[in-house]
Nanobody
């Protein structure tokens, strides 16, 4: 069993930056692929970015490419989402997720169903 706890959300002006953190419990964290998704009220949860278990592969949604960076620190059992040049349309609840399978090998890293564990979410609000 893995528990994920996100933090780092908040209110920021457009053009600003935030860094989200996701701390995982459990001894098998280092073998899990990790992802970040986001969801607005009344909308489906959408893929933002993912990182492979090794950290050697990453993927980004087109809407955040060049602005967001995902990274992981296995020693700290933490995944980070550095968000720069934030826009009002980035306002959402951001969720961290962990997948037991190799989502990059299967090509499923952008699919919600590929992830087995989810955090409770952290709110990001970008004002114009």
């Amino acid at each position: 069993q893995v528990q994920l706890v996100e933090s780092g959300g908040g209110l920021v002006q457009a053009g600003g930056s935030l860094r989200l953190s996701c701390v995982a419990s459990g001894r098998t964290f280092s073998s899990y692929a990790m992802g970040w998704f986001r969801q607005a009220p009344g909308k489906e949860r959408e893929f933002v970015t993912a990182i492979s278990w090794s950290g050697g592969n990453t993927a980004y949604a087109d809407s955040v490419k060049g602005r967001f960076t995902i990274s992981r620190d296995k020693a700290k059992k933490t995944v980070y989402l550095q968000m720069n040049s934030l826009k009002p349309e980035d306002t959402d609840v951001y969720y961290c997720a962990a997948a037991k399978s190799d989502t990059f090998y299967s090509g499923s890293y952008y699919r919600r169903a590929a992830y087995d564990y989810w955090g409770q979410g952290t709110q990001v609000t970008v004002s114009s």
